[in-house]
């Protein structure tokens, strides 16, 4: 059985920095955190402790515990430390209240309420260690009564068996899985997945040609992508397909509470609808500091409380925002800057595509060119230059791939994002 979890340096660094007093983990788990000297409850045997200097506590201490906690919580108190991704460095920790917790719960729902959607069955295969699958999602959804099915990890027949025994109607996971179901549509059609209605994704934008391909794999959900971050609490805005068009690849309009702006990159001023920039929100759900880092907090929400995302996007008329790439990835072709996550939303519509990513590589005449790391379905004899020439038709000429690269794996987070840095570490020794 196999389980999302952290790389081993990753979690001795999140250990240090956040100094807990106690770790609960699962069996299978253990071997990743006896080193760290730290009291250990192994869920799979609450009769004993894997550590002898964790007691176990009688259900008399519990109460009075809880108790005693209960009495001295505020709601602006620290609730949670997640740790932000850390794709482009070392995760930060981003420490959220009760408060923000709460009111990401209650945004998430709102929709859900608003349209007396009654009971349902939320399957989650994202890792419960990210802000997608603890808050956006479980609490979210447990607030409400609704039953949670956790899956170890994605892998698609388990989770297609799950959606059939459980009667799943909604799936809320990451482009990837959302890929996966679309490139083998042949699997999915050996299971009764007819209970499912609704199909969100978040954690990367999620390009409009992938919606239209997913709606056809399941013709009676609903497709739709929302936008969010650990520092948010999880959620900015989600799409309601019932309202406006369908598919549009926006992320829909922001959720109950938040407020945002479009600022130029260069002169710091608020843009009008359709004009690229990085968006800044505010809301009540924002993240309190990260953790132990005053400067990189001061950085992240200035004295007006807005948050700079570092995300790049736009507003239609509508009011729908549009999430294109994160600035720090974007490439700078002979001044021209294009976005990776444009390029790989076309890459992955080719049929024997079946994963992708883009990367930025040093160019003598041209400063930074775009590259493509391809994943290929099995058997498939797919070709750099045919590649190439598939962007190319799409695209404008500064925006076509220069270099094809194909390799077996696309490094990605628990979370479905592109781990980009070390993408570029491994085809660098290729």
């Known amino acids: ?112 309420e608003t349209y007396d959607e009654g009971k349902c069955v939320f399957l ?101 992508q929302g936008y969010g971050m650990t520092e948010t609490g999880g959620i900015i805005s989600l799409e309601d397909p019932r309202v406006g068009s369908r598919h549009s690849g926006s992320s829909g309009t922001l959720c109950p509470g938040m407020e945002s702006q479009i600022i130029h990159t260069e002169t710091l001023k608020p843009l009008p609808p359709k004009l690229l920039g990085e968006i800044w929100v505010r809301g009540p759900n924002l993240m309190q500091e990260y953790l132990h880092n005053k400067e990189a907090t001061e950085q992240a929400i200035d004295k007006q409380g807005w948050l700079h995302t570092g995300d790049l996007g736009y507003f239609d008329d509508e009011g729908r925002i549009y999430v294109v790439d994160r600035l720090k990835e974007l490439i700078k072709y002979k001044g021209y800057q294009l976005a990776p996550a444009e390029l790989e939303g076309l890459l992955v519509t080719h049929p024997e595509i079946m994963d992708a990513a883009v990367i930025l590589y040093a160019d003598d005449e041209a400063g930074e060119i775009p590259k493509a790391c391809v994943v290929r379905k099995p058997g498939s004899k797919l070709t750099g230059e045919e590649v190439q020439n598939f962007i190319a038709k799409q695209v404008a000429p500064f925006k076509r791939i220069r270099k094809v690269e194909f390799i077996d794996i696309i490094p990605r987070a628990a979370s479905g994002k592109i781990l980009r840095r070390e993408l570029r570490q491994r085809v660098s020794k290729l």
């Open 124 to 224: 989650c295969v994202v890792p419960l260690f990210h802000i997608m699958g603890l808050v956006s999602f479980t609490y979210s959804q447990l607030q409400l009564g609704n039953a949670m099915v956790v899956m170890n990890r994605f892998e698609l027949e388990e989770t297609l068996e799950a959606m059939e025994r459980f009667k799943v109607t909604h799936l809320y996971t990451a482009p990837p899985v959302v890929m996966a179901m679309v490139k083998r549509k042949e699997v999915v059609g050996r299971f009764d997945v007819s209970e499912l209605r609704e199909i969100a994704s978040g954690a990367a934008p999620l390009g409009k040609d992938v919606m239209d391909e997913c709606s056809k794999v399941f013709p009676q959900a609903m497709i739709l």
């Open 1 to 112: 059985m196999k389980f999302y979890t952290v790389n081993q340096a990753e979690l001795a660094h999140q250990v240090n920095d956040s100094k807990p007093k106690l770790i609960i983990t699962v069996d299978q788990l253990v071997h990743k955190v006896n080193a760290f000297n730290i009291p250990i409850i192994d869920l799979n045997c609450l009769d004993q402790t894997v550590n002898k200097s964790v007691q176990k506590l009688g259900e008399n201490d519990y109460l009075q515990t809880v108790k005693k906690l209960g009495e001295n919580v505020n709601i602006d108190d620290m609730a949670a430390i997640l740790y932000s991704s850390g794709t482009t460095g070392l995760s930060k920790g981003v420490v959220l209240t009760h408060k923000s917790i709460i009111t990401t719960s209650l945004m998430m729902t709102a929709d859900q």
